[in-house]
């Protein structure tokens, strides 16, 4: 069964703390890996996808990298506007056509 | 440049009322889907539909009913609200499932008492 996993479940840290989120798979054929970010009360906004492995892309303070099996958003000196739930997503093909969302990070940044 | 739109935002039923989440886009998109989320579980597919006229189910479809008569539009039905369906629910749409990102809509926060 096509799966995704996130890691940590939550993380705190201070403002200008970098880190790194993951994002681990196995999905069939993977098609894409998708990230996400969601704030409170809203829906999941599309920020990243990467399709092949050693792809990197880049947007203000994040960046995500792909491996064979995993997948990174690297966080360099984050602001608290950063704060939000981080989710990955890949496309299955096992059954229905679907995403499959890992369970995502929930990012605090700390003034 | 509105792309993915949800009515209503928030709603409270009582057991056994039934209703319609109206999800709507702009962007001709072929592909649409709902999505439930709860805590601990995730995001999970309800039904999809790669194009008007076609609807299939996902992982967790009792209860729910779609139908798909126009690109933009991706109604879904609510037949015996229960309290197991409190939930937050998604609309989505994508050129191309599986190959694009899917856009989501601001979501509706239903309460089954």
């Known amino acids: 069964e096509d799966q995704v996993t996130q890691s940590p479940e939550a993380l705190r840290l201070q403002e200008g703390e970098s880190s790194s989120l993951n994002c681990s798979y196995t999905?069939?054929?993977?098609?894409?890996l998708f990230w996400y970010r969601q704030d409170p009360g809203k829906g999941p906004e599309f920020l990243f996808t990467l399709y092949s492995a050693g792809e990197e892309k880049e947007k203000e303070r994040l960046k995500a990298t792909l491996t064979k099996k995993e997948s990174f958003l690297h966080i360099t000196a984050p602001k608290p506007e950063d704060s939000a739930t981080y989710l990955c997503a890949a496309p299955s093909f096992q059954g229905a056509q679907k995403l499959v969302f890992g369970q995502g990070t929930r990012l605090t940044i700390n003034p | 440049n509105a792309g993915v739109t949800q009515t209503p935002k928030f709603q409270v039923l009582k057991t056994g009322q039934s209703m319609t989440l109206q999800c709507a886009q702009d962007m001709n998109h072929e592909y649409m889907s709902w999505y439930r989320q709860d805590p601990g579980m995730g995001l999970r597919l309800i039904h999809y539909s790669v194009g008007a006229g076609i609807t299939d189910q996902g992982e967790v479809p009792n209860g729910y009913n779609v139908s798909r008569s126009t690109t933009e539009d991706f109604p879904l039905r609510l037949l015996s609200a229960a309290p197991s369906q409190t939930s937050v629910y998604f609309c989505?749409?994508?050129?191309?499932?599986?190959?694009?990102?899917?856009?989501f809509g601001q979501g509706t926060r239903l309460t089954v008492v």
């Open positions: 989505a749409s994508s050129s191309y499932q599986g190959y694009t990102e899917a856009f």
């Open positions: 999905v069939s054929g993977l098609r894409g």
